[in-house]
């Protein structure tokens, strides 16, 4: 179990889904359609993409160990991944994984450590996956637990060459201080862009 959630917190993570559909289109296939609980609508405009929008947990998960593989993560993402389900989201800033709206968190957890390449390199460093770098890039974005303190760590993006073809870890970049700064960015992000029109409306 992670602490209660305070108010502020709550807040800010209710305001960091809320953008999702503020910087990505969000949008899925019949083919693959989303989860019932995460649809959102069908596209007036295209009838093959299917909308999706994250969606706040009737009940949170409690399965914490599982997502705590190789020790505790920041608080605030703990929080968000047990109050919140979401499909990958490309957030400008980063590829948020998929966290699905099961019970557990099996499906979030593969997507973190589903590479082997990565884990042998990021994992003895103490480093965590738990985004993509933005536009097809698969530069790792990683929790950097060696520096953990505060209930909150550095944030990392790390070019993807050096370790997929050296086994090595290559020029690293320190994109935020903590996780909480980088759920700032995205929400100030969000606010500063110019909204797209309503697609359900004509």
Not at 30 to 35: A, F, N, R, T
Not at 105 to 128: G, H, Q, W
Request: net charge negative; aromatic share 10%; glycine share 2%.
């Amino acid at each position: 179990m992670v602490a209660m959630i305070n108010r502020r917190d709550s807040q800010l993570i209710d305001d960091f889904a809320s953008m999702f559909s503020n910087l990505d289109d969000l949008i899925c296939v019949h083919e693959e359609p989303p989860p019932q609980l995460l649809f959102d609508c069908i596209d007036p405009d295209d009838w093959n993409i299917i909308r999706w929008k994250p969606a706040k947990l009737a009940a949170q998960r409690n399965d914490i160990e599982t997502l705590r593989r190789v020790g505790p993560l920041p608080t605030l993402f703990e929080q968000f991944a047990q109050c919140y389900a979401w499909l990958e989201v490309d957030l400008g800033i980063c590829r948020l994984f998929a966290n699905p709206p099961t019970s557990d968190f099996d499906s979030l957890v593969e997507s973190m450590f589903c590479d082997r390449v990565m884990n042998d390199t990021l994992i003895p460093a103490r480093l965590v996956r738990f985004a993509l770098a933005p536009d097809c890039c698969y530069d790792p974005i990683c929790f950097d637990l060696s520096r953990f303190d505060d209930n909150d760590c550095p944030i990392i993006r790390f070019e993807h060459e050096s370790i997929l073809c050296d086994h090595r870890l290559g020029e690293g970049e320190t994109l935020f201080d903590s996780f909480r700064e980088l759920v700032h960015a995205v929400i100030d992000a969000s606010r500063t862009k110019p909204q797209p029109r309503d697609r359900t409306k004509r």
